[in-house]
């Protein structure tokens, strides 16, 4: 199974599925640091991988997970999006990136998710958990503001078309309370697909692997043996 984190998110994202999952699949964690573009991107990870895997996308992985569906759907045995969006970007949203971009770049030490921003990403009942909000920080600090520009620049392309046209099992999983891609994203996904299963993670935010681990390799198991 292919893994793909999101923005500045490495492997610890995945940590806790990788070890819950190891019984049913050999879990690969993409790097999508380094390319300038979603197909740059896809085609790295696609080189490492068999022919046939399993594939789930987090966030900005989501929308590589898409590009991997577009350009080799035969080798997409089934696909997993969570937390994420089928919808390009708005040119409000395009702005949005393009003053982050000028933000981090005003001489400022990067220091990843400063605590207004980690509230729009971690359920309120995490607030408090120092545990998870370090864990969050450090693949933050790790990544850098190079990573961060270089994947923020990234187009976002819509994908709803891909996913009417995929037949294999589906699953499309967000925080019952995700504020960045919010479940409305994730029911629009679920009902393009013809075998699709919607799970929404109660007292979960932005961060699901993170925030609730268990739900989601619960989650992941059923559609892997599905």
């Known amino acids: 199974m292919l893994l793909l984190p999101g923005l500045l998110n490495d492997a610890q994202l995945w940590h806790a599925q990788r070890v819950a999952l190891a019984d049913v699949a050999e879990c690969v964690v993409g790097d999508i640091t380094q390319g300038e573009s979603m197909r740059a991107l896809a085609t790295q990870v696609l080189a490492q991988m068999p022919p046939r895997f399993a594939l789930a996308g987090f966030s900005l992985g989501g929308y590589v997970a898409q590009d991997i569906l577009r350009i080799a759907p035969e080798r997409v045995e089934r696909l997993a999006l969570l937390d994420t969006s089928a919808r390009a970007d708005s040119p409000e949203r395009v702005a949005q990136r393009r003053a982050q971009e000028a933000s981090v770049r005003g001489g400022k030490t990067f220091l990843g998710f400063g605590e207004r921003l980690m509230r729009h ?50 699953l499309v999983l967000c925080g019952q309370d995700d504020g960045i891609t919010p479940p409305t994203l994730h029911e629009e996904m679920a009902a393009l697909a013809v075998q699709a299963q919607l799970v929404q993670v109660p007292a979960c935010g932005h961060l699901s692997p993170l925030e609730q681990p268990q739900a989601v390799s619960d989650a992941l198991r059923e559609w892997l043996l599905a």
Not at 125 to 146: I, K
Request: zero cysteines.
């Open 121 to 170: 990403y971690v359920h309120p009942s995490r607030w408090q958990d120092a545990a998870l909000l370090e864990r969050v920080r450090g693949m933050t600090q790790r990544l850098g503001v190079e990573v961060f520009v270089r994947q923020n620049r990234l187009e976002r392309e819509d994908g709803r078309a891909l996913l009417r046209a995929y037949t294999g099992p589906l």
